[in-house]
Nanobody
Framework: QVQLVESGGGLVQAGGSLRLSCAGS????IAWFRQAPGKEREFVAA????????IYATAVKGRSTISRDRAKSTIDLQVNSLKPEDTGIYYC?????????????????WGQGTQVTVSL
């Protein structure tokens, strides 16, 4: 069974950077989602483990990078120029097939999340 574990969250000052990692993924695409208090979970980025293709949400496009770390067998999310709006619990999720997707309902395995708080 797929078990995903996120790490790398913490308190970051606005304008700073953060690198999150997702361990335990298989060969199907992995996505990062985030959920702010009182808001719905939203897509952040996704990557195909096998092909390396990536997609990004508009909110983070241009200042984030999702990548494969083959040495550590993790999927990492680097976010630069962090804003208070980036605050939330960040989850990684895994699909059951090999098609990249932004849709929450397409992901069947979820980690427990890692908290990211961006302060002014």
């Amino acid at each position: 069974q797929v078990q995903l574990v996120e790490s790398g969250g913490g308190l970051v000052q606005a304008g700073g950077s953060l690198r999150l990692s997702c361990a335990g993924s298989g060969r199907t695409p992995i996505a990062w989602f985030r959920q702010a208090p009182g808001k719905e979970r939203e897509f952040v980025a996704a990557i195909s483990w096998i092909l390396g293709n990536t997609i990004y949400a508009t909110a983070v496009k241009g200042r984030s990078t999702i990548s494969r770390d083959r040495a550590k067998s993790t999927i990492d999310l680097q976010v630069n120029s962090l804003k208070p709006e980036d605050t939330g619990i960040y989850y990684c999720a895994s699909k059951s097939n090999f098609q990249l997707s932004m849709a929450r309902e397409d992901y069947v395995y979820w980690g427990q999340g890692t908290q990211v708080t961006v302060s002014l």
